[in-house]
């Protein structure tokens, strides 16, 4: 059954071999690691399926009767005075399926509006949002089908967009090892609305991953495999072209056609790891070579393209911490809570049915 899961995210891929990455597209903030926990794995989360409904953002197939009643807040401190934050909430409702709504929101600072003298006419904000609708069916114990509504909305001074888009995932999910695979199609949609009158083609991705818990041992070990429509993601910045010949020397530069290939494939790939400390206690690596290839200073790489993170449970909160290292001079940070409604109901019955009866 799993194999014919995949064949088919395979087959829905190939009527969209042409799509675009890199700066080439709109909504780019699509893209953004949402919440923590995602950010300190490596930047995609898509084949973890527990209580957490902050990671259903990923892939709309995570949702089960877990998350339901289940509320998550993210804020992340990013590039310069770049802020932007998720809320979501979960419900399942009893053979019907499962469901959430979120808001996610990047504000991108105040600016300085000028004319062409330089005269300073006022400021002025930017802003994109991002309104989430999800829903999930259990096709069985093991499989869950899940898709997306996103409506976005984009604003920077008197320019603005409108548009819809929709994710389409599956997760095939054995609880008894805690075995998961998933596939998503992302951002499937149109521009309604455009900035200056141009239509600009959405961020379209297919992505397929995996996690797996290793028995007796505290790892959760996860890989993905990003863009699956698209082979090529390495980039040539047009004002710093790579060298084709010795500076010295002026012989050309040889490079074996395998390192090449083996360059472009590992851009696809994100590992991670959860370590389980305790069931309240755990901590995140991730390693994402494509951001790493692309950030990386040559005369300082530092720990470009790895992050990491911490998650621990306080009461009823479950708290998520996450570090990026984006290149040697920039990181960020990102900061998420989730929490169970249903966990606070259970309480106050508790205490209610404890009370003393006072007799009359």
């Known amino acids: 059954m799993v194999k014919k899961q995949v064949l088919l995210l395979f087959i829905l891929v190939g009527f969209n071999g042409l799509a675009q990455i890199g700066g080439r597209y709109i909504y780019s903030f699509l893209d953004l690691p949402i919440p923590a926990r995602t950010a300190a794995l490596g930047g995609n989360t898509i084949a973890i399926k527990d209580d957490d409904i902050s990671t259903t953002f990923q892939n709309p197939a995570l949702l089960s009767e877990r998350t339901s009643n289940s509320v998550a807040f993210s804020f992340i401190k990013y590039l310069g005075d770049i802020k932007y934050g998720y809320v979501s909430y979960g419900k399942s409702i009893k053979n019907i399926g499962h469901f959430s709504a979120g808001m996610q929101q990047v504000g991108y600072g105040t600016f ?34 899940g898709v997306a509504l996103k409506t976005i909305y984009s604003k920077y001074q008197q320019y603005t967009s409108v548009g819809n888009a929709i994710d389409l995932g599956f997760t095939y999910h054995k609880t008894k090892n805690q075995f998961t695979v998933s596939g998503v199609l992302k951002n499937l949609g149109y521009q309604w609305k455009t900035y200056t009158g141009t239509k600009e083609k959405m961020p379209f991705n297919a992505q397929i991953g995996a996690s797996f818990k290793v028995p007796k041992a505290p790892f959760r070990l996860m890989a993905v495999y990003d863009h699956l429509n698209v082979w090529d993601l390495t980039y040539s910045d047009p004002a710093n072209p790579p060298l084709t010949e010795d500076p010295f020397t002026h012989e050309p530069i040889k490079e074996h056609p395998w390192k090449k290939r083996m360059d472009k494939l590992g851009r696809h790939f994100i590992f991670s790891n959860e370590i389980i400390i305790t069931k309240n206690f755990n901590l995140r690596v991730g390693f994402n070579y494509k951001r790493r290839k692309e950030l990386i200073l040559p005369d300082k790489q530092g720990v470009a393209g790895f992050s990491f993170g911490l998650g621990f449970k306080i009461s009823k ?13 920039f990181a960020s940070n990102h900061f998420s809570i989730t929490t169970n409604l249903s966990s606070f109901m259970r309480a106050n019955k508790t205490v209610a049915e404890a009370a003393p009866v006072t007799p009359n």
């Not at 062409?116 to 904000?125: C, S």
């Not at 909160?317 to 001079?329: I, N």
């Open 317 to 329: 909160f479950h708290f998520s911490y996450a570090y990026s290292q984006y290149s040697p001079v």
């Open 112 to 145: 300085s509006e000028r004319d062409e003298y330089g005269v300073e006419l006022g400021t002025f904000k930017a802003n994109d949002y991002c309104f989430n609708l999800a829903y999930a069916y259990d096709k069985d114990t093991n499989i869950t089908y």
